[in-house]
């Protein structure tokens, strides 16, 4: 099995999340989504640490957009920074937002679309759930077939493996979310421009 790397999975963001951000204890800034893109940037989506982009650790390799509206990912990343955790780490997503209903820091934006991901311990987002991760490489069948039965059986990963294998197999980038709200990958029609974290908005 190649330990270096280890496959990382969770919720990134959904629509109507709030995710918040404080300064000594008071909130100084909050947004939320009505609806997610599932276009993604035509090179993938890098994963780095606390959005540092010097610090890029790896990349999404399936995302989809569950008929709820979460937005669940699965990224290969390095070992490292997993197994010297000392607590949970968690996805914040960065999102480029457009036709944003708000004043100043504080919005609620029409659609937003997937361009970045961070590994983080202190998420934005309000009521945040920890990733999951295993030892090995997803698109590795040989590093598969020593995980735990209990799961390869986990539906985002089994889902991951069946739609997005041949492109994983052949280190495609992954450039569309599946759209379960539509039973399929659909292709939106954002632009953006380069940003900070909740980074273009329009």
């Known amino acids: 099995m190649n330990t270096t790397v280890c496959t990382v999975w969770g919720t990134a963001a959904a629509e109507g999340d709030c995710a918040a951000t404080y300064h000594r204890g008071r909130m100084t ?24 982009r010097d610090f890029t650790i790896g990349r999404v ?10 937005l669940d990912v699965v990224a290969v990343v390095d070992s490292a920074v997993l197994a010297n955790a000392d607590r949970p780490v968690h996805w914040s997503a960065e999102l480029a937002c457009i036709r944003a209903k708000g ?30 991760w295993l030892p090995g490489d997803i698109t590795d069948a040989g ?29 495609i980038a992954t450039r569309s979310l599946v759209d379960l709200r539509h039973g399929g990958p659909t292709h939106g029609s954002l632009h953006i421009r380069g940003g900070g974290r909740v980074l273009s908005v329009r």
């Open 29 to 52: 800034s909050a947004h939320s989504i009505d609806h997610l893109d599932a276009d993604l940037p035509v090179d993938g989506v890098l994963v780095d640490v606390d959005h540092d």
């Open 61 to 70: 390799v399936y995302g989809e957009i569950t008929e709820s509206g979460r």
């Open 103 to 132: 004043a100043g820091r504080s919005f609620i934006a029409d659609r937003a679309k997937l361009t970045r991901l961070a590994l983080v311990y202190d998420p934005a987002v309000i009521g945040s759930r920890p990733v999951r």
């Open 143 to 171: 590093d598969r077939g020593h995980w735990p039965r209990s799961e390869l059986t986990d539906p985002l990963l089994a889902r991951a493996v069946e739609r997005a294998g041949p492109a994983i197999r052949q280190r």
